[in-house]
């Protein structure tokens, strides 16, 4: 009973010290709370759909607000303005950042479970398995997972978690796993694996209770990172209408430019960057964290 009361006092001083660390990164600070920010964005929205703005003039698809000429410019009744079609624009960014946080999610759960899996497994069995994922991780780091995505997406249309499955898949095969894999054989050679081993831990033990756990902050780290790749690369699909999302930032961003020449021949600058803006502000979030968590990481980058 006192060793399990014990270890989990020195678990809670462990997480103490980890949230201690990041709230002493101002770096990591300024993202987590851009997140936050996009967090509250993709919860109120539906509320404020269903309360405080009317569908038939804030729905960012069909809305459209018949008192005024579009596209307008900001104003107490449309904070961001409206588009050449007439809807609202904040109502469409807040609805943009639902599928963006459903891209960012999947690509990075499962950027992670992967790149962690194959890298544990080659490091911890080394020989032919190793070798075998190797291979398979430097043929999946010729694929860049962007482009390969969007290549995806010319042929299948892809719903934000296909799209997040498929970047993060090809990212956790690839990069993420050699990644893992040379963090996983620095692990192998310290010293409490082998008094691991010693006191008689089978494989699975050792594998489960000593290697993962050393490679979960560098996991963490690549999802982030993966986070801002994913994000980007849903932005860009978007763009190129390649996607299943009828409002995401991307596509606010090609309905700007195109409806300049369809329609009034006004560019509706503030759908434009604020489009832009959401897209860059998401992504630069993630990275921003992931910038933070490698100061923390490594100590030659704290010293400076």
Do not use: C
Not at 122 to 128: D, P, S
Request: proline share 5%; net charge positive; charged share 10%.
């Amino acid at each position: 009973m006192k060793l399990v009361v014990e270890r989990i006092r020195a678990r809670r001083r462990g997480v103490r010290r980890s949230l201690q660390a990041v709230w002493g990164s101002p770096t990591a600070v300024v993202g987590l709370g851009l997140i936050l920010l996009f967090g509250i964005a993709a919860l109120i929205y539906p509320l404020l759909l269903r309360t405080v703005w009317p569908a038939k003039i804030y729905d960012p698809l069909v809305g459209f607000d018949f008192t005024m000429m579009h596209p307008a410019d900001p104003s107490s009744a449309h904070l961001l303005g409206t588009d050449a079609l007439g809807r609202d624009v904040l109502s469409m960014i807040l609805a943009a950042s639902r599928p963006a946080w459903v891209v960012a999610l999947t690509a990075a759960i499962t950027t992670g479970m992967i790149a962690t899996f194959v890298g544990a497994l080659g490091a911890f069995y080394r020989g032919w398995v190793d070798g075998v994922l190797s291979h398979v991780s430097d043929a999946f780091l010729l694929l860049p997972a962007p482009i390969f995505v969007l290549i995806i997406a010319e042929q299948v249309e892809l719903s934000p978690v296909r799209f997040g499955l498929v970047f993060g898949l090809i990212n956790g095969l690839g990069a993420g796993a050699i990644v893992m894999r040379s963090q996983g054989l620095k692990v192998m050679a310290e010293p409490f694996i082998e008094a691991a081993r010693v006191a008689g831990g089978g494989g699975p033990h050792i594998l489960v209770r000593h290697l993962v756990p050393h490679l979960l902050p560098l996991a963490v780290l690549y999802m982030m990172l993966s986070v801002v790749g994913a994000i980007v690369a849903h932005g860009f699909a978007a763009f190129l209408g390649q996607t299943e999302s009828l409002v995401s930032w991307g596509a606010i961003v090609f309905f700007g430019v195109t409806s300049a020449r369809s329609f009034s021949g006004v560019v509706p600058w503030s759908a434009l960057v604020s489009a832009s803006a959401a897209l860059s502000l998401f992504a630069g979030a993630f990275y921003l964290v992931s910038s933070g968590l490698r100061e923390i990481l490594d100590p030659r980058l704290r010293a400076r």
